[in-house]
């Protein structure tokens, strides 16, 4: 085994230790084919009012304009999917979203890994990226081997579906990169046929502007009128095109005791919603990435349910 096989492999093993479903890794190099797809996508004003996705285009498609002299992004994945759901009825939030922000959990298990390269290997440089700069995770953790991506714009892979976080460490060291795996998508359009507010408008391709997630997390303006009716009773996100998804029939429970919700969380009703106080709203989402919506969010989500 020569060093670099050495260091990826140990690299790999530490990453599973920290509880990572896998890890992928892939060459730092500017990434050809998305350019064309994300410029025609902002183009298209897809992504809405999400003004931020204009910004940086080089450095979201070019590691190294972010971390200089980087060699490789190490692509990983960390399994969310809960053991128990929400009752049915009542106002759902997406299943990410039950337990302690995953920015918070994620960064503290990078910076772990990124230590523990610098400890077993030397003087390496290198950021993590969890969500929170402009990195195209998902193009990564493709190109990393880590999966395919579906015709909902997720991440799929075979063994586990699509209920997982993604996050990066882009360093300055080479390593031995994965090959791509191909797409397992087949001529399923469950995705496209289910999503309740038709956002995937081609295979392949959401409107950022058209999808729940998108209404009852980024708008922080008034719910459009038009859209009545056409939430499902999503509260914030929504899940829907993984739900009817077949590879998430393989999809199994995570073991982080962070992402377990307030256990008030799966039993609240759709009463319990729209009675909901600042005090509530605190105690179940402490340390939440619900928080984003903030109070008042969450409630003007839950009045235009009504």
């Known amino acids: 085994m020569n060093t670099k ?56 498609l070019d590691p190294t304009k972010l971390v200089e002299d980087s ?90 579906g699509s209920f997982y976080f993604i996050a990066e460490l882009i360093i300055d060291l080479d390593l031995e990169y994965d090959a791509i795996t191909t797409d397992h998508c087949g001529t399923c359009t469950a995705c496209i046929d289910a999503c309740p507010t038709q956002a995937i408008t081609e295979p392949y391709v959401v409107d950022g502007s058209k999808c729940i997630s998108y209404f009852t997390i980024e708008l922080k303006e008034q719910l459009p009128v038009s859209m009545k009716g056409t939430f499902d009773d999503w509260m914030f996100g929504c899940d829907v095109c993984q739900d009817v998804c077949p590879w998430n029939r393989f999809a199994k429970p995570h073991n982080e005791p962070l992402f377990n919700p307030h256990p008030e969380l799966l039993e609240m009703t759709k009463k319990d919603w729209q009675e909901i106080t600042q005090d509530t709203f605190t105690k179940v989402f402490k340390n939440s990435a619900v928080k984003r919506t903030k109070f008042s969010g969450l409630t003007r989500n839950i009045d235009f349910l009504k």
């Not at 920290?18 to 410029?39: H, N, T, V």
């Not at 299943?95 to 918070?104: E, L, P, Q, S, V």
């Open 5 to 60: 096989q050495k260091y990826t492999s140990s690299i790999k093993s530490e990453a599973k230790r920290l509880g990572f479903l896998s890890c992928g890794i892939s060459k730092a190099a500017f990434l050809e084919e998305e350019a064309p797809r994300l410029e025609n996508w902002l183009n298209q004003n897809m992504h809405g009012n999400m003004q931020y996705m204009e910004n940086h285009f080089d450095k979201r």
């Open 71 to 160: 060699k490789s992004v190490i692509s990983l994945l960390l399994n969310y999917y809960p053991s128990q759901l929400q009752n049915q009825d009542t106002y759902k939030l997406s299943k990410y979203a039950y337990g302690t922000d995953y920015h918070f959990v994620i960064k503290n298990k990078l910076k772990q890994l990124l230590q523990f390269i610098q400890e077993e290997i030397g003087e390496v440089h290198g950021r993590a990226f969890v969500d929170s700069a402009p990195v195209l995770d998902k193009a990564w953790a493709a190109k990393s081997g880590l999966g395919w991506i579906g015709k909902h714009s997720n991440l799929l892979t075979q063994q586990t």
